[in-house]
């Protein structure tokens, strides 16, 4: 089991950047593939990000793809999600969330979320 923590949201003015932060507790965290997602109010979560266990392979959805970067470091058992040339369409509550499996982009398929942090793109 793994208990994730986000962090790093906020307000920031478009065009800025932010880095989110989620940070994993457990002795496993090596273990698992991690995840972003986002959820607009009123919609459901959406894939933002992944990265495989080690770090060596990411995809993006395509709506984020050259702006954000899906980042992990095992050591820290933390990943990251460092996002550029926020737009106000960005705003949204962003989650993170682990599997064991690589390679999933349906919220059902995640078993562990973290309680999201807020970020707000101001245009």
């Known amino acids: 089991q793994v208990q994730l923590v986000e962090s790093g949201g906020g307000l920031v003015q478009a065009g800025g950047s932010l880095r989110l932060s989620c940070a994993a507790s457990?002795?496993?965290?090596?273990?698992?593939?991690m995840a972003w997602f986002r959820q607009f109010p009123g919609k459901e979560r959406e894939f933002v990000a992944a990265v495989n266990w080690s770090g060596t392979s990411t995809y993006y959805a395509d709506s984020v793809k050259g702006r954000f970067t899906i980042s992990r470091d095992n050591a820290k058992n933390t990943v990251y999600l460092q996002m550029n040339s926020l737009k106000p369409e960005d705003t949204a509550v962003y989650y993170c969330?682990?599997?064991?499996?690589?390679?999933?982009?349906?919220?059902?398929?995640?078993?562990?979320w973290g309680q999201g942090t807020q970020v707000t793109v101001s245009s």
């Open positions: 457990g002795r496993t965290f090596s273990s698992y593939a």
């Open positions: 969330a682990a599997k064991i499996s690589y390679g999933y982009i349906r919220p059902n398929d995640y078993l562990y």
